[in-house]
Each structure stands twice: as C-alpha cells, then as structure tokens.
C-alpha cells in the first residue's frame, strides 16, 4: 500500500494552466500505474490520465487531450499532470491514485482498477 498526497488545486480563469502534484511514500514497485482522476459535483469519477513508474508509457482521456500532460519525477516520488487551457468543465475534485496490480500492464480507465487513493485537491475554473 502506497500513501498518496495531492496538491496544486486552485480557482482560475478560463484559459489558465495549474499542475497539480500528487506525492507518492511507502513501496513504490516498478509495476505501479498512477493515475490521475476527477469527480465532479453529481458525476461520476472520470478517468482523466495515467503512468507506468518504471517505463513513463502514459494514457491520456480524449477530453482533455492536447491539454494535460501526466508526468513522473522518480527521483522525488512525485507524480504530476500539467493542465493548459483549463475550462469551465474541468472544474471537479482531482484525486491521484495507485494500481499495484495491473493485468498485464495495462493503464486501465476504470477506478475501480486502483485501490490506494489520495483526499484530492479541488479545481475550480470560471468563465
């Protein structure tokens, strides 16, 4: 089990760019996938972005392509997403978390693939 504790949320503008960081301790396996999700008021948890730790092969939500990048720093156990261009319906609490297990590898979209999770930062954009 691995701890994870977001952070980088804010209220911005339209058009904004935050990165959030998410800080990894505990056992950290080269087979981990960290993913990066959001819950928006009355929604569902949505998939937004992940990586491998040992590789950095990444996958990325189609709604949000083109404008968030995930990241890794291994040397400081830190995960990251870089988001550009933020939008009004990208506001949602953003929660980081860890699949210790992935069948096969593979970063998979479904939350319910991913047992340890951060409190989540929250993001807000307006218009």
């Known amino acids: 089990q691995i701890q994870l504790v977001e952070s980088g949320g804010g209220s911005v503008r339209t058009g904004d760019s935050l990165t959030l960081s998410c800080k990894l301790s505990?056992?950290?396996?080269?087979?981990?996938?960290l993913g990066w999700f959001r819950q928006a008021p009355g929604k569902e948890r949505e998939f937004v972005s992940a990586?491998?730790?040992?590789?950095?092969?990444?996958r990325i939500a189609d709604s949000v392509r083109g404008r968030f990048t995930i990241s890794r720093d291994n040397a400081a156990n830190t995960v990251y997403l870089q988001m550009t261009n933020l939008q009004p319906e990208d506001t949602a609490v953003y929660y980081c978390?860890?699949?210790?297990?992935?069948?096969?590898?593979?970063?998979?979209?479904?939350?319910?693939?991913?047992?340890?999770w951060g409190r989540g930062t929250q993001v807000t954009v307006s218009s």
């Open positions: 978390s860890a699949d210790d297990n992935p069948p096969r590898g593979v970063l998979s979209t479904s939350a319910s693939q991913y047992h340890d």
């Open positions: 505990g056992w950290i396996y080269t087979r981990h996938i």
């Open positions: 990586i491998k730790w040992s590789t950095g092969t990444t």
